[in-house]
């Protein structure tokens, strides 16, 4: 076998897949914070006593975590360009990560709202804090805390997931390889280039997610203990 | 253009088993990969525990897409003119063996230490510890997020679609395009992937009440 591997035809085309590595970061970030909205959002609508929310709530969680991204995705993008809704392919890409993620994130926060021992409602109860401030100081913020880890692996694994929004022809980074091996005819080297790529990627979003739980966990930055 | 017949879900039906095939495939060889991974991760010896964490986090960090790309082109490159089946499955065998490795390290590591410590009192080296003391009770906390696992490798095949091979998504895809429902059509494989998934799902949360019983 004689085959001369040549990374220097991948290397010219950097901007490019640059630009892609970006759209893959905007995407995945939008993603991230509009499914962690909604994935709470659900998380509290499953604690409803409203038996209707909780078995739409319940309905939508099962369904995603059910089906895969892909199908998703293009239920979405075709789907809704078929009755008359033609989105762009970014649109289409950040709405289906979007539902995706929030079906996930619900699960994970259902699961640290759970964790909040019943006496601790109780005895801001007795402080007299408001329900919206024992719902947001003693049961949302340590929930998202205690659970916080688990949210940032799932985060990391949407970020790689957005790699599937190629398939509808979203110009992030694995669209942009897709493109440079069509034309350099350089499959192998490219694909290897961008996995390096998105190692690097998720090296970056793990860093920022400690950053993050840094900065946004005053309890536990000055008494060092978790929850 | 034709319409969405009784005949296109029977063909998606077939397409279907593909996806249970490559399922298997990839369940078993990264099985069993992931099962040496997991010793590696909690051996005594240095260096296989570096390899076998440096694996888990390369494998880890790279998308499942990726991954299919680099082994289907790598391995043509290499000489081999492998088929999609083989290719989807080296890849999935790769990936699953990652992820089943570090779940099934945490269900060692959950074995309680004076498991290790009385076993060894006992006189067991350290291939008896493991078989004899540390595996059976681990097998019975892994059983729960293995199972869960499963459901991510049923949906997972379906991106072995972009290397030609014809799974439920692919049938899905050639069906829309002559048929242009996609709402129907797409709608169509996510019910069947759901009737796959969605009995492993009950299942693994079965199991996983079932040991908080006896746990507790």
């Known amino acids: ?227 | 253009m034709t319409s969405f017949t009784f005949l296109h879900v029977e063909y998606l039906l077939q397409a279907a088993v593909w996806t249970v095939v490559l399922s298997l495939v990839a369940f078993v060889f990264g099985g069993v990969a992931g099962f040496v991974i997991a010793l590696w991760r909690v051996s005594p010896n240095k260096t296989l525990r570096a390899i076998a964490s440096w694996y888990i986090q390369i494998v880890q960090g790279i998308p499942l897409l990726v991954i299919l790309f680099v082994a289907y082109f790598g391995l043509a490159i290499a000489g081999f003119k492998l088929s999609p089946l083989v290719a989807a499955g080296i890849s999935f065998a790769v990936y699953c063996a990652a992820f089943l490795g570090e779940i099934w390290r945490g269900c060692i590591e959950a074995v309680p230490k004076t498991q290790w410590e009385a076993s060894e009192c006992l006189g067991f080296n350290r291939f008896e510890q493991l078989q004899k003391v540390i595996l059976p009770q681990a097998f019975k906390i892994a059983i729960p997020p293995t199972v869960g696992f499963m459901v991510q490798i049923v949906k997972n095949t379906s991106l072995a679609s972009v290397i030609g091979f014809v799974d439920l998504s692919r049938a899905g895809q050639i069906i829309n395009n002559s048929t242009f429902q996609p709402f129907t059509v797409f709608g169509c494989v996510a019910l069947i992937y759901f009737c796959l998934c969605y009995p492993l799902s009950a299942l693994s949360k079965h199991f996983e009440r079932k040991l908080n019983v006896s746990n507790r």
């Open chain 1, 1 to 227: 076998m004689h085959y001369t591997f040549d990374f220097m035809s991948v290397f010219v085309n950097w901007p490019r897949l640059l630009e892609g590595a970006w759209l893959t970061v905007q995407l995945s970030a939008l993603s991230i914070v509009l499914g962690f909205v909604v994935g709470t959002l659900c998380a509290i609508a499953f604690k409803s006593k409203s038996w209707l929310l909780q078995a739409v709530v319940k309905t939508y969680v099962e369904i995603i975590r059910n089906t895969p991204l892909l199908v998703q995705v293009f239920l979405v993008y075709f789907g809704l360009a078929s009755i008359g809704l033609k989105l762009s392919a970014e649109t289409a890409a950040v709405i289906a990560l979007t539902v995706n993620v929030g079906a996930y994130t619900a699960e994970i926060m259902r699961a640290g709202i759970n964790s909040i021992h019943p006496g601790q409602i109780e005895a801001a109860e007795c402080l007299g804090m408001s329900k919206f401030h024992v719902y947001w100081h003693v049961v949302l913020l340590p929930a998202v805390e205690r659970v916080y880890p688990s949210l940032t692996s799932q985060f990391i694994l949407l970020m790689l997931a957005s790699s599937i929004t190629s398939q509808i022809s979203a110009e992030e980074l694995t669209a942009t390889a897709n493109l440079v091996q069509s034309e350099t005819f350089r499959s192998f080297e490219v694909y290897v280039v961008i996995a390096v790529a998105y190692l690097a990627l998720s090296f970056l979003f793990r860093a920022a997610f400690w950053l993050v739980g840094k900065t946004a966990f005053v309890r536990k930055r000055k008494l060092g203990t978790n929850l």
